[in-house]
């Protein structure tokens, strides 16, 4: 008897506060998942690191000694400076010299990744100027960037998502929510194959050091905005038609981030995401609940009020040879 009341009781404690639970599982997986990343990318990654390493410092002891009049410290400090301006993307190597960073291409592709937040990081500010310019830029064009994508996809997403689907619901009598989910998987597929396989095949021809692969990474880090910056396309040497390269590449970037957004929307707007994200959302109190429709109610019955003597006023206005009741009644008993 008791085992069943405490069983009960725990069930019931359990339920009262499930979104709680959820979150709590939720805060845990986020951190075993980072974690997990963390463990393999140490464990992937740190011998390629090692095999570098210690290739940087068998090429530098062969150079001290065929240079036998280069002393260690002049060579590190040289290297220094050399691996300070390849931060800033400017080369030493003849070959690269002639790929200017700031010419307009270069920095409307600049401007494209700062608002988009991809920031590949591969050509930073130089002067003072252009730091606070940049910090004053992006204030101002992060936000505005936000509003312009979330205005193009709401729209996209009407005629490309909310329209095809009620019109197989309607037309056809299909269950919207097979049509929906249906239709995500469908639109999914399509935005892959035009911006990660098509695009991936592109510049695997186009860059002479890319395999697909490479391509295909660059394609993935770009539209989620990642932007690690180990791949930027139109920075080869011999590239042909740069100019004209980078602004294609800007325009790439800009509708590939719109169709993944939409591609999101479409997916979010599923029944059963919603469902699921609901778990982990903090339930609103009864008291609050009864208050917002309380006043939904008192907001409708005003409108239809309202709504109830603009009509009656346009009939009067309209039919201005028909007398009231009222008029009517007084000129009988004036007779």
Known sequence: MLQSLAGSSCVRLVERHRSAWCFGFLVLGYL??????????????????????????????????????????????FLGRVLEASNYGVSVLSNA?????????????????????????????LSDGGKAFCIIYSVIGIPFTLLFLTAVVQRVTVHVTRRPVLY???????SKQVVAIVHAVLLGFITVSC????PAAVFSVLEDDWNFLESFYFCFISLSTIGLGDYVPGEGYNQ????LYKI??????????????????????????KKFRKMFYVKKDKDEDQVHIMEHDQLSFSSITDQAAGLKEDQKQNEPFVATPSACADGSAGH
């Not at 150079?63 to 036998?68: A, P, S, T, Y």
């Not at 911006?195 to 098509?198: H, L, M, Q, S, V």
């Open 195 to 198: 911006f990660f396989f098509i």
């Open 248 to 273: 294609g590449i800007t325009c790439y970037l800009l509708l590939g981030l719109i169709a993944m957004l939409v591609v999101l929307e479409t997916f979010c707007e599923l029944h059963e995401l």
């Open 168 to 174: 197989f619901h309607i037309r056809w009598g299909f």
């Open 240 to 243: 042909k038609f740069r100019e």
């Open 32 to 77: 075993l998942y980072l974690v997990f990343g963390a463990v393999v990318f140490s464990s992937v990654e740190l011998p390629y690191e090692d095999l570098l390493r210690q290739e940087l410092r068998k090429l530098k002891r062969r150079f001290l000694e065929e240079h036998e009049c280069l002393s260690e410290p002049q060579l590190e400090q």
């Open 97 to 125: 010299s002639g790929n200017w960073n700031w010419d307009f291409t270069s920095a409307l592709f600049f401007a494209s990744t700062v608002l988009s937040t991809t920031g590949y990081g591969h050509t930073v500010p």
